[in-house]
């Protein structure tokens, strides 16, 4: 536990430093950017595909949840469509609104391993277990099977079409496979050294030069004409799992198993005697990851990893300008809820919860710290775990609360709603199980209204509704309220929920960067406004306690404080104060009951502490068809109104931070994960010697 300084008038706040959040690496299996949507799809060890908007600072905008067994070995974009292949062999068009399969194939019936789609985004390719490689046709909206080619001994690992699409190349066990797509035979068949070496990635190039990584550490290049071999490069010491080009086609990425090193080549023109020929050369690495990289892509010029320690990472690939972003495998939405009664924290899993009674301090005198200094507390109890509460292995816990006063605990997973009453003597966990209404069906967002810990309410994702519970303690009843319809507003997956701490105002921000706001008034709510839509997606919501003004983050970086009564904007950024605002978006918002200037803001690895003032040299002007839309009146006062800009007053440094709550009015709590303690189940990474060393 830490005493912080936020501000100048000489507060100091209790930080509970939660590091017992133990999540597991869940590890990436491989990755597919849209350019039409930027957005990224990424598939984990776990079976879940992950969507991340890329558009500005990347972050998670929605997941698909599926089971361990049916993971996802490949993934491609068509245009806006994307498509997935997995180990139970099914080829599945995803919905991107209900996140459900749109249409579903099992071209083979036995494991697929590969997909591709051309470049004409006409057909797409799939290779499978026992060697069959299928055509099938994605014109007119739709999936036709078009062709089998002849079968291949071993499984298809890669497939990769060339850029007029009319030749398929495939990699397997000892051989590189050039196919006809017309009519599915085999055109070329380039033999490695060794009939062993499993080939595992590949990549064609504008000029049909075509690229493999394999087994033995090694990257050939061919000449895709005439099936030559051109040069043979060892880049690794064992398996490249992944290649990957730039769009200029003059830089290649390539990692995999051992070393785990990101390797870039470059295309360079070589002169030796009168003759001028290319080679692929080594431009510079990367040590971005302690273990195994399973998939690589290359946009613009930002190389995106991802690998066994779950871990997904960007890295430069020039010289001139060198970073890494690392972005911990944390669950969407989120995964802590506070009881400040109790001193309570439930920490939420894939598979099970945890509740954690927080450590209280020694009394004694503090020090008297300065601006942004902290010193470290010795703790009188401890952290004690006090339950834990696991579902099956097939089931995902994707939203879970407990109320202010730590009686209730409720979870949702896919399949089923449970809510049950924290019981003090004896610990334990009472579940209802009788006479609970029709309408506690499984919910996205659970939470407690703040003012009246005895009433839930949950967003029911299909009907995208808002329902709202009484909970009876004594005779452990739950009576339904009422219920409001928010799709006549709504009409894409819901990715933020706010209810203010008054219990007066629901925030819902979509992922069409719609923000709705609804006044909640007894059993009935009210459609108050929609604000106006920002390039930017929405990363964070917040209210204010004593007022009706909404704080409001995007993925850029910018952050707006808009007056709900008034409608009109009080404060927002002038600048973009987070120095990384390119590379981490913002996680959360917290807001001082205090003192309404102060705002905390926080990223995966930084925590901002931010005050409001009015600029000295320069009035900022909110935008006068932005006023006249939400002003009452119209007039001009609201288009002339200043608005306040924010400054940073202090920062500190974490490590794969993931929430900040507020347990007091002087007291907070951040839950974080260390990188030692995330990939301390995996076995030791690769140690490699180093020059010199003995």
Not at 170 to 192: E, N, P, Q
Not at 469 to 494: C, G
Not at 547 to 563: C, N
Request: glycine fraction near 6%.
């Amino acid at each position: 536990m830490k005493a912080d300084v936020p501000d100048k008038s000489g507060g100091t706040a209790q930080v509970h430093n939660v590091r017992f959040y133990t999540i597991k690496p869940r590890g990436i299996v491989c990755l597919a950017y849209s350019k039409v949507l930027k957005c990224l799809a990424l598939s984990r060890e776990d079976g879940s595909i992950e969507l991340w908007n890329m558009h500005y600072a990347p972050f998670l905008e929605r997941v698909i949840q599926l089971t361990p067994e049916s993971q996802v070995e490949s993934l491609a974009w068509a245009s806006k469509r994307l498509f997935s292949v997995d180990l139970t062999g099914k080829l599945i068009e995803w919905d991107l609104n209900t996140l459900q399969p749109r249409r579903e194939q099992s071209p083979t019936g036995n494991a697929l391993w590969c997909l591709d789609v051309n470049s004409a985004e006409t057909e797409l390719a799939v290779g499978s277990e026992e060697g069959h490689i299928n055509i099938m046709s994605i014109e007119q909206d739709e999936i036709n099977y078009k062709l089998l080619f002849s079968k291949q001994d071993g499984r298809v690992l890669c497939c990769k079409f060339d850029k007029p699409g009319k030749r398929l190349v495939t990699g397997t066990m000892g051989a590189v496979r050039i196919w006809s797509v017309a009519k599915g035979h085999t055109l070329h068949t380039m033999t490695l050294s060794d009939r062993h070496v499993i080939v595992y990635s590949l990549q064609v190039l504008s000029d049909n030069t075509i690229i493999a990584g394999d087994s033995a550490g090694y990257v050939t290049v061919w000449n895709g004409a005439n099936a030559t071999q051109l040069e043979s490069c060892k880049v690794l010491d064992r398996n490249v799992f992944a290649l990957a080009v730039n769009e200029e086609e003059d830089r290649l990425v390539c990692s995999g198993m051992k070393p785990p090193l990101i390797r870039v080549l470059s295309k360079t023109q070589i002169k030796r005697e009168d003759s001028v020929c290319e080679r692929w050369i080594k431009f510079l690495q990367r040590e971005v990851h302690s273990h195994y990289v399973k998939a690589l892509l290359v946009i613009g010029d930002r190389i995106v990893s991802g690998g066994q320690d779950g871990l997904l990472c960007i890295s430069s690939s020039t010289k001139t300008r060198a970073y890494v972003a690392k972005y911990a495998p944390y669950l969407q939405g989120k995964s802590a809820s506070l009881a400040p009664s109790g001193n309570l924290l439930l920490l939420r899993y894939p598979q099970s919860l945890d509740l954690w009674r927080l450590g209280v301090p020694r009394p004694g005198e503090r020090q008297q710290l300065g601006l942004g200094s902290s010193e470290q507390l010795q703790l009188e109890h401890t952290p004690e775990k006090l339950l834990q509460l696991n579902v099956a292995a097939h089931k995902f816990i994707q939203a879970a609360a407990i109320s202010p006063d730590g009686n209730w605990i409720c979870y949702s997973t896919a399949q089923e709603l449970r809510l049950s009453r924290v019981q003090r003597e004896p610990l334990g966990l009472q579940r209802l199980t009788t006479d609970l209404p029709a309408e506690l069906e499984p919910a996205s967002f659970i939470g407690f209204f703040k003012t009246q810990p005895q009433q839930l309410w949950l967003i029911h994702a299909p009907s995208r509704q808002l329902r709202c519970f009484s909970l009876q303690e004594e005779e452990e009843q739950v009576n339904f309220l009422y219920s409001h319809d928010l799709s006549p507003e709504i009409k894409t997956p819901i990715s933020l929920v706010e209810v203010s701490p008054c219990g007066k105002y629901l925030v819902v921000a979509a992922t069409n960067h719609l923000i709705a706001v609804w006044q909640l008034r007894g059993k009935k709510a009210k459609h108050l406004l929609n604000l106006p839509r920002y390039k930017a997606g929405t990363t964070a919501l917040a209210m204010h306690e004593s007022s009706s003004r909404l704080v409001v983050a995007y993925a850029d970086g910018r952050i707006v404080d808009y007056d709900l009564q008034e409608r009109r904007f009080v404060c927002e950024t002038a600048e973009h104060f987070v120095p990384n605002a390119h590379l981490h978006s913002i996680r959360g918002l917290m807001l001082d009951a205090q003192n309404p200037n102060i705002v905390m803001v926080y990223d995966e690895v930084h925590l901002y502490v931010l005050e409001s003032h009015q600029p000295e040299d320069h009035t900022l002007h909110a935008p006068q068809t932005k006023a006249k839309r939400l002003s009452k009146s119209g007039s001009d006062a609201h288009e002339t109104a200043k608005l306040k800009s924010y400054r940073l007053k202090v920062r500190f440094n974490r490590q794969h931070l993931l929430q900040v709550c507020r347990l007091g009015a002087k007291e907070l709590v951040t839950v974080g994960v260390q990188t030692k303690n995330l990939l301390a189940p995996l076995p030791p990474p690769y140690q490699r010697k180093k020059f010199g060393a003995a």
